[in-house]
């Protein structure tokens, strides 16, 4: 007899009912034997189970589009595609619709013994709703057949205010969960609070449920204070899981200070306060770390009027230097410059290095050190004096190479563009250099893309992937040429036509943050122009079966899959028009972007007129409402 396995592709009408939520149940349908189309040559069909699942894992990982085709071959390898795609699961508490969707998809298929790395995320999570505390209690039921499991990554918090990460508070990891999870599993979590006592009272509380934790290994802590008892006591609780937790070795964040931004600012008392760092002394040190970033800490030093109960002598950053083994350290996602001098000549299996945008002397750490890196992130080409050699040093090993930081800074004096004699330079030092990310300018005196540091990229020998980001501004008119869908396509052409190895390209217009809290207060929340017309471009290689030459693919990531087909289709015609303006939402406006270019100032100031008038429109709708149903009840209350 055929096997039979539930098909996700289709559901019944019937429904099952979880708490409030309906959620649709698969139906099930044949999966039958493969059987060979000729018994006397080899075939897949005769391959156990586990090895087409070990095929198919490489080919998740290299090309996961592919894994779609191969799933619609047959429904044997359906399912076996399937088992491959739940390695990986992740539940987003913040999307909670369709997480029961998800469980039940799980459990009909039988996919609990493929997943491998479980991730749990959300901001917005609150423990008094039932259905949020529903999902997780299904989560601890399905965690004993997960046999196959080897990582938790839990990134859970509960947002205040306007959703910004400082105003965060970790949601600590229920007590039946963590009950379940066995000692060899690899435990991933982040602890996070902002000011408040009530805030920095649940990090203690997590904080104490990870003491003795055989399972951690990645701890990431982002503490905000005020008062530095608070922080005291969350940081005596932060030392006693370093010193305790035995496999305990990625801290890829650690940042503890005082709330920055905005128009309030804090930092030390200067007439004398309480010392909050760690206090490690007497040798003390956590286990020997493979990753760690460091943002921002309170230092300790000796004698200090506002380090009041430091117990070393000395300054704290010696102590960590001296004690601390520092030999098995692959990743430094950003380290105080107060260590680099001390640390440099012990970071002897440094394979990763990732830079912040206000950092030390970039290049005459690169100079210094030893070990030779593999991956490395500058922000700004102007941090190692404009010059290729610090980063040539490591061309024998460096694979992928990183320069970049946000577009505001690009316009400052010391900011500069590197320049294709430059490139040329790197192209001849960096022989294994597989991947390549960088800010770029235009030919602002042709007005041309710049084909002389394209072709400087295209010199590189192995190349395959190559990230470029393009000036955008701050407000119209847009720089030209234009970075829409038609020119991603021309300039990944242009690439391939010299460099056949270059297989993705990722174009970006424009590098745009969010308004900061003091931009917002001190000009209002007004939409940005750059934030909403900014626009990136995925250009890929795609090889259908065995044909040798494959075709171009350009996706935009910022829009949807059907918004992703309408422009294609808009870009094959030969005249569509501009959009009307005043017609656009927040996703029309990035089609355009991606098809014809970013809004103009005329098209712009009509925008932004017709988002005023919809948000009076509906604003007095809302207080109508309001005082038909609920004011005007109120008050005749009142009056009798």
């Not at 600590?172 to 979590?189: D, S």
């Not at 306060?273 to 309170?298: A, D, I, K, T």
Request: charged share 25%; glycine share 6%; aromatic share 8%.
């Amino acid at each position: 007899m055929p096997r039979k396995r539930p098909f996700s592709g289709f559901f019944t009408r019937n429904h099952r009912r979880h708490g409030e939520k309906n959620s649709r149940v698969p139906i099930s349908i044949t999966i039958r034997e493969p059987v060979p189309l000729d018994q006397a040559r080899p075939s897949v069909a005769q391959l156990p189970d586990h090895i087409v699942r070990h095929i198919l894992s490489f080919l998740q990982d290299l090309r996961p589009e592919d894994i779609l085709k191969v799933a619609s071959l047959s429904s044997s390898l359906y399912e076996q595609a399937r088992y491959v795609q739940h390695r990986v699961v992740h539940i987003n508490l913040d999307k909670r619709r369709h997480i029961h969707d998800c469980l039940d998809l799980i459990m009909c298929r039988g996919l609990l013994p493929a997943i491998r790395t479980l991730k749990v995320s959300g901001r917005d999570y609150d423990e008094l709703l039932k259905e949020g505390n529903e999902i997780l209690t299904r989560l601890a039921d399905m965690l004993p057949g997960m046999t196959g499991l080897r990582d938790f990554d839990w990134q859970v918090g509960r947002t205040t205010g306007q959703h910004d990460p400082k105003d965060t508070t970790a949601v600590p990891i229920p007590a039946p969960i963590m009950e379940l999870l066995p000692p060899e599993l690899r435990l991933h979590t982040s602890v996070f609070c902002k000011h408040s006592k009530e805030s920095h009272a649940q990090a203690r509380e997590f904080l104490d449920r990870l003491t003795n934790n055989k399972s951690l290994r990645t701890l990431s802590v982002q503490i905000r204070f005020i008062e530095e008892q608070d922080c005291l006591e969350t940081m005596r609780v932060l030392r006693k899981v370093l010193l305790s937790c035995p496999n305990l070795t990625r801290l890829p964040l650690l940042d503890i200070w005082y709330p920055t931004g905005g128009c309030y600012s804090y930092g030390p008392p200067l007439m004398g306060g309480l010392y909050c760092g760690l206090g490690l002394s007497n040798g003390e040190r956590p286990q020997p770390l493979e990753e760690l970033g460091m943002s921002h800490y309170p230092w300790g030093i000796e004698g200090a009027s506002h380090c009041q109960g430091y117990p070393e002598r000395g300054f704290e950053w010696d102590y960590w230097a001296e004690t601390f083994d520092w030999s098995r350290l692959i990743r430094l996602n950003h380290i105080n410059s107060c260590l680099v001098p001390a640390i440099t000549p012990k970071l002897t299996g440094l394979r990763e290095l990732k830079f912040k945008v206000f950092s030390w002397d970039e290049a005459g750490f690169l100079g210094e050190i030893a070990s030779p890196l593999e991956i490395l992130s500058i922000p700004g080409w102007y941090r190692v004096d404009n010059k290729p050699n610090p980063i040539n040093r490591h061309g024998a090993t460096l694979r992928k190479l990183k320069i970049h930081k946000p577009e505001r800074e690009w316009w400052t004096n010391r900011h500069s563009f590197i320049t294709a004699p430059d490139l040329v330079q790197l192209s001849n030092g960096l022989p294994h250099l597989e991947e390549l990310a960088i800010d770029i300018a235009r030919d602002e005196n042709a007005n041309k893309w710049p084909y002389g540091v394209l072709d400087a990229i295209a010199r590189f020998p192995i190349l395959r992937t190559v990230e470029l980001w393009f000036p955008l501004g701050n407000e119209p008119p847009a720089p030209r040429p234009l970075l829409t869908v038609s020119s991603a396509r021309h300039l990944f052409s242009y690439l391939r036509e010299r460099n056949e190895s270059i297989q993705r390209l990722i174009l970006h217009s424009g590098a745009p943050l969010p308004p900061s809290l003091l931009e917002i207060a001190l000009l209002g929340n007004k939409p940005s122009w750059a934030m909403h017309n900014s626009v990136t471009f995925v250009c890929n290689m795609v090889y259908d079966g065995d044909a040798e030459e494959g075709s171009l693919s350009v996706t935009c990531p910022d829009l949807s899959t059907d918004m992703n087909a309408q422009l294609r289709r808009l870009a094959q015609q030969a005249d569509q028009g501009r959009m009307d303006p005043r017609e656009l939402d927040g996703d029309r406006i990035r089609l355009q972007a991606a098809l014809d270019g970013p809004l103009t100032m005329d098209e712009w100031e009509a925008w932004q007129d017709e988002q005023h008038v919809r948000w009076h429109k509906a604003y007095r709708e809302q207080n109508t409402v309001l005082g038909r149903f609920v004011i005007g009840p109120f008050k005749r209350v009142l009056e009798r």
